[in-house]
C-alpha cells in the first residue's frame, strides 16, 4: 500500500540508541496542553489555589531558620538566616518536586500510555516545563526577601555569577529529569522503589548544602559532597545571590557533564522500556 497519503507513519524501532528527539519535537503541542493541564488541575478546587506555591516555601525556610538557626545554631555564613535557606530550598523544591513527579510517569499515567500512542517522554518534559513556571512564583517571593533584607541592610554582596542562573536552572531540570526517567523505567517493575525514592530524597537534601553551608566542611573532605551533582548547582545559585560560600567552576563542569551524561543514559532507559512497559505495571 502507498504512503503517499499519510502524513506521519508510526512503525517500531528497534535501534538501541534512538533518542526520538524529532517524535518529541513534532508532539510540542501535546507538551503545552500537558503543561496547561497540570498548573490548572493540581490545585483545582482548593482554597488557596496557586497560593500554595508561595505557602509551600516559606512555611519550610521559616522551619528551618526556626530549627536549625535559632536552635542548632547552625551558621549561615554571615547571611540572614531566612534568606539563606530560602535560597537554597528554592533550588532544591524545584529538583525534589520534578524528580518525584517524573519518576511515576509510567505508574501514574499507564491508562493512558495504554489507549494512544505518542512519545512517552512527552510527559516527563512537560511536568520539568510546568514546575519551571512553579520554580519562577518561587524565586520571585526570594528576590522579595532578597531586596527586603539589603533594605534592611544586611552585608549581601551579590556578584557576576548571576549570570549563570539560567544554567542552573537547566541543569536541576536535566538532573531531576533524569534521575526520574530511570526511576520511573525501574518501577516498572520494581514497585518499592518508589518508596525508596520518597525516603532517598529527604536525605538526599541533608546530604546537599541547604542547611548548612559548604564553607563549613573542610577542604580535603569537600570533594565527597561535590560527588553530588547538585551540591554545585545550590552552593553557585547562594554564592551569586549572597556572595557568601563556595563557588569552584571544576564542581560546576562535573555536575554538567554528569547531568548530560545521565539524560542520555535515562533516555535510552526510558524508550526501551515504553515499548513493553504494559507488560510489567
Known amino acids: 500500500m502507498s504512503n503517499e497519503n499519510w502524513t506521519k507513519i508510526i512503525e517500531p524501532k528497534s535501534r538501541l540508541l534512538n533518542l526520538k528527539i524529532k517524535q518529541t519535537w513534532d508532539y510540542r503541542d501535546l507538551v503545552y496542553m500537558l503543561v496547561r493541564k497540570d498548573l490548572v488541575v493540581q490545585y483545582k478546587q482548593t482554597i488557596l489555589g496557586p497560593l500554595w506555591y508561595i505557602i509551600q516555601p516559606l512555611i519550610t525556610a521559616i522551619t528551618f531558620t526556626v530549627i536549625f538557626g535559632k536552635i542548632a545554631k547552625i551558621p549561615t555564613d554571615s547571611v540572614p538566616p531566612m534568606l539563606f535557606y530560602l535560597a537554597g530550598t528554592t533550588c532544591w523544591n524545584y529538583f525534589a518536586t520534578c524528580l518525584t513527579s517524573t519518576s511515576q510517569v509510567f505508574t501514574a499515567n499507564q491508562g493512558v500510555f495504554g489507549k494512544v500512542y505518542?512519545?512517552?517522554?512527552?510527559?516527563?518534559?512537560?511536568?520539568?516545563?510546568?514546575?519551571?513556571?512553579?520554580?519562577?512564583?518561587?524565586?520571585?517571593?526570594?528576590?522579595?526577601?532578597?531586596?527586603?533584607?539589603?533594605?534592611?541592610?544586611?552585608?549581601?554582596?551579590?556578584?557576576?555569577?548571576?549570570?549563570?542562573?539560567?544554567?542552573?536552572?537547566?541543569?536541576?531540570?536535566?538532573?531531576?529529569?533524569?534521575?526520574?526517567?530511570?526511576?520511573?523505567?525501574?518501577?516498572?517493575?520494581?514497585?518499592?522503589?518508589?518508596?525508596?525514592?520518597?525516603?532517598?530524597?529527604?536525605?538526599?537534601?541533608?546530604?546537599?548544602?541547604?542547611?548548612?553551608?559548604?564553607?563549613?566542611?573542610?577542604?580535603?573532605?569537600?570533594?565527597?559532597?561535590?560527588?553530588?551533582?547538585?551540591?554545585?548547582?545550590?552552593?553557585?545559585?547562594?554564592?551569586?545571590?549572597?556572595?557568601?560560600?563556595?563557588?569552584?567552576?571544576?564542581?560546576?563542569?562535573?555536575?554538567?557533564?554528569?547531568?548530560?551524561?545521565?539524560?542520555?543514559?535515562?533516555?535510552?532507559?526510558?524508550?526501551?522500556?515504553?515499548?513493553?512497559?504494559?507488560?510489567?505495571?
Open 118 to 281: 505518542f512519545p512517552r517522554i512527552v510527559v516527563p518534559i512537560s511536568i520539568v516545563i510546568s514546575n519551571s513556571l512553579k520554580f519562577f512564583i518561587q524565586f520571585v517571593v526570594f528576590l522579595g526577601f532578597y531586596f527586603y533584607y539589603i533594605y534592611a541592610g544586611a552585608i549581601i554582596n551579590p556578584n557576576m555569577t548571576l549570570f549563570l542562573l539560567p544554567l542552573l536552572v537547566i541543569m536541576a531540570a536535566g538532573l531531576s529529569l533524569g534521575f526520574g526517567m530511570l526511576f520511573s523505567a525501574f518501577t516498572t517493575k520494581y514497585r518499592d522503589l518508589k518508596f525508596l525514592l520518597a525516603f532517598g530524597v529527604q536525605l538526599w537534601m541533608y546530604a546537599t548544602p541547604i542547611i548548612y553551608p559548604l564553607s563549613e566542611i573542610s577542604a580535603q573532605h569537600r570533594w565527597i559532597m561535590a560527588i553530588n551533582p547538585m551540591t554545585s548547582v545550590i552552593t553557585t545559585f547562594k554564592y551569586a545571590f549572597l556572595g557568601k560560600g563556595f563557588f569552584d567552576w571544576y564542581y560546576l563542569l562535573y555536575s554538567f557533564v554528569f547531568m548530560i551524561i545521565l539524560l542520555f543514559i535515562a533516555t535510552i532507559t526510558f524508550n526501551k522500556v515504553e515499548k513493553n512497559f504494559m507488560d510489567t505495571v
